[in-house]
């Protein structure tokens, strides 16, 4: 029905950079907020980053200045650039997304998860 492929994980040294990306596809009127969640080894999932259609963005403390979340409404994609990394920001990151779909219902959905390790 829909489907949000994430893309761009890896291993990074700390100081570094990636940029992961999170394609929404499938039977999708409109696409609301977008937005990033991770999750550490023995942690909850915690909100990364999320931007609404307006482009207002929210952030975690722990990455403002860092991170930076961007979208392009035209390709339904969310990216988010992460700089200056940390060991501690070695997580699964999730792409999240708040869907209309054809049906006109209202859903929230996940992607797959993408490996983000930061370690020299």
């Known amino acids: 029905q829909v489907q949000l492929v994430e893309s761009g994980g890896g291993l990074v040294q700390p100081g570094g950079s990636l940029r992961v990306s999170c394609a929404a596809s499938g039977s999708i009127f409109r696409v609301y907020a977008m937005g990033w969640y991770r999750q550490a080894p023995g942690k909850q999932r915690e909100l990364v980053a999320d931007m609404t259609s307006g482009c207002s963005t929210n952030y975690a403390d722990s990455v403002k200045g860092r991170f930076t979340i961007s979208r392009d409404n035209a390709k339904n994609t969310v990216y988010l650039q992460m700089n200056s990394l940390r060991p501690e920001d070695t997580a699964v990151y999730y792409c999240?997304?708040?869907?209309?779909?054809?049906?006109?219902?209202?859903?929230?959905?996940w992607g797959q998860g993408t490996q983000v390790t930061v370690s020299s």
């Open positions: 999240n997304a708040d869907i209309q779909v054809v049906s006109r219902a209202r859903v929230y959905f």
